[in-house]
């Protein structure tokens, strides 16, 4: 006889300001843990932060994504996608990251649960539309400095380091990501190295 291993999941839980409680989640994820057969392993929770800080700010998402990489669980349940963050930006850096470590994810208010396999789409969805977004602001910036060397800058000398781009921190968000030092940032998109370090210090 064949014996099916039990899913193991960690929950997350956030509210967003210091009289809010995280209880009405955790009791109807705890409920559906019970209805699925799921053993819960860990709870993880953010209380009083908001979702749009950044992983360093949320010491209890940092641990739940340290704990997905060593996949100390098979599943993160939670109970809205925007608990998770509040940017499709934010989401698809995290469900990029649990997928690369083959964690599933459960969301109870969208349905949504990637151990299935229509559930599964959302994953090779997901990476659709962040290639698109890494499109669109390479184009944005590509065309801020094309008209920076036509136009010159501010002080109306010709154009050298083109500090008028018109939005450099996507590309320096994402350059970063990708592993590059902040001279090398700099460099490549010919900005100071002050605007670099200026928007990788903000959240």
């Excluded at 039990?6 to 009791?27: G, H, M, P």
């Excluded at 939670?78 to 509040?86: C, P």
């Excluded at 800058?153 to 030092?181: D, W, Y």
Aim: aromatic share 6%; net charge positive.
């Amino acid at each position: 006889m064949i014996t099916v291993k039990a899913k193991r999941v960690a929950l997350y839980a956030r509210v967003s300001t210091e009289n809010q409680t995280t209880d009405n989640q955790l009791i109807e994820l705890r409920a559906v843990a019970e209805r699925m057969g799921w053993v819960i392993v860990e709870e993880f929770i953010d209380h009083a932060i908001s979702g749009g800080k950044g992983r360093d700010q949320r010491p209890a998402f940092d641990k739940l994504l340290k704990g997905a990489t060593r996949r100390d669980f098979d599943m993160v349940a939670a109970w809205s996608v925007d608990r998770l963050g509040r940017s499709l930006q934010h989401l698809v850096e995290f469900l990029g990251e649990i997928q690369e470590s083959g964690v599933d994810l459960y969301l109870h208010q969208q349905g949504i649960n990637t151990g299935t396999p229509a559930g599964k789409a959302l994953f090779q969805m997901c990476g659709v539309f962040a290639e698109f977004e890494k499109s669109m602001i390479k184009e944005r910036v590509i065309l801020g400095i094309a008209r920076s060397r036509m136009s010159g800058t501010k002080s109306g000398k010709p154009h050298g380091r083109p500090a008028n781009i018109e939005n450099p921190e996507p590309l320096v968000r994402q350059l970063r990501a990708e592993g590059k030092g902040m001279l090398k940032i700099a460099k490549e998109l010919k900005i100071g190295v002050s605007t670099v370090q200026r928007i990788l210090a903000t959240p």
